[in-house]
């Protein structure tokens, strides 16, 4: 009898560390330093740019925006590299695509979230909207694809000016 209760306790144990390892924390760091001059800022895109999901962890939060266009310098290798409307709705090796968003669209950043795993260490997303007043399937993006690698740690991404300059208002 005792040893139904050892493989009861090393099950919950299991499960404990398998909890830890595999959980992430999600905050929104909007109005911290350096995350709050990032929400409100507006883009166009210079480029056209896929919406699209990665086949492997489809359920990612909001899907992602980016390009493989040659003269970008985050390139997302896994798209298609000509932009056309044939894609959209295909599911590719890595990726399945869901839409083609025209060179010139605005879009508007609502958030700054930081997710914090043991297994992915700290990721900082960029969440945006678009503002051509299209209903679309889904709310917002992720402009994760579209950040420049920082520095050091604690330096604020810089979204890739090549694929989405920032938009001046006059």
Request: charged share 25%.
């Amino acid at each position: 009898m005792k040893w139904l209760l050892f493989a009861f306790v090393a099950i919950v144990a299991a499960f404990a560390i398998w909890w830890q390892l595999n959980t992430s924390k999600i905050s929104y760091v909007n109005g911290l330093e350096p995350y709050d001059v990032m929400p409100g800022r507006e883009y166009i895109l210079q480029f056209d740019c896929y919406v699209f999901a990665w086949r492997e962890n489809p359920t990612s939060g909001f899907p992602l925006l980016g390009c493989n266009h040659p003269d970008v310098r985050n390139r997302v290798i896994a798209l298609p590299a000509e932009n056309a409307r044939t894609y959209v709705g295909r599911e590719l090796e890595q990726v399945r695509i869901v839409d083609l968003i025209p060179r010139g669209t605005r879009l508007l950043l609502t958030s700054v979230r930081r997710e914090e795993s043991r297994r992915a260490g700290t990721v900082i997303t960029y969440e945006a909207k678009f503002l051509d007043d299209l209903d679309r399937p889904y709310q917002k993006v992720d402009l994760r694809p579209l950040l420049l690698p920082v520095a050091g740690s604690g330096d604020v991404p810089a979204i890739d000016e090549t694929i989405a300059a920032p938009w001046i208002k006059r």
